[in-house]
């Protein structure tokens, strides 16, 4: 699902979401030649034909992928562990930004091959619910390093945002709310007989 902006942290200066900023100012133009492959040079006005098999995406190195994403991850929970919360603040929303694009647009394939291809459409709707639970958990933490810099007026959005997408029941969702109890946020316990829980440092990120 498309997340709402919650703050001008979701976006570069000058409002361009991150994976198109970072596009217009890259030169690799991420496409590249398989191995074995000749490449002839073409006359001036008579370029050849490009032919399938002489080009792949390199979803591996690229940013827009999952392991992109997973990457950005990795360098937050350095940054988190050297107490550098700003770099972490930083990276996690990177993350964020590289997952929700990728469930939307596993969601619009999806979308697209329903009822023309189901196998298609399934893998791609798969995908979807994959990027969007590691969106999730990449705006958990993100909420959690924003506790621990004492900004909760940045983490409540954050985590009702989570609830929105993950429901209430699901264990991210509980978690989520947990933290808005914490915060003192909301009032009621959720599920109400869980009884008081003393509550966890804002600075342990889980």
């Not at 991150?18 to 030649?33: E, H, I, K, W």
């Not at 009822?115 to 459409?121: F, L, Q």
């Amino acid at each position: 699902m498309m997340l709402p902006p919650v703050s001008r942290l979701l976006t570069l200066a000058g409002g361009l979401p991150l994976v198109f900023a970072l596009a217009l100012g890259s030169s690799s133009p991420g496409l590249a030649q398989t191995p074995g492959s000749s490449a002839k040079p073409s006359a001036p006005g008579n370029p050849s034909p490009v032919k399938p098999d002489d080009v792949v995406l390199t979803q591996d190195s690229g940013l827009l992928s999952i392991q992109g994403g997973q990457r950005l991850l990795t360098e937050a929970d350095k940054a988190v562990s050297a107490q550098n919360y700003d770099l972490a603040v930083k990276k996690l929303q990177e993350a964020r930004q590289v997952f929700n694009q990728l469930s939307n647009f596993y969601q619009d394939l999806a979308a697209s091959f329903s009822g023309i291809d189901n196998r298609i459409a399934d893998v791609q709707r798969r995908k979807a619910l994959e990027t969007a639970q590691m969106r999730d958990q990449a705006t958990y933490q993100l909420a959690l390093v924003h506790r621990a810099q004492n900004q909760p007026e940045l983490a409540v959005p954050l985590l009702i945002q989570i609830i929105r997408s993950q429901q209430p029941t699901r264990e991210l969702g509980k978690k989520s709310y947990q933290q808005l109890l914490e915060l003192g946020f909301v009032e009621a316990p959720f599920p109400s007989n869980q009884g008081s829980q003393p509550a966890p440092s804002p600075t342990t990120l889980k």
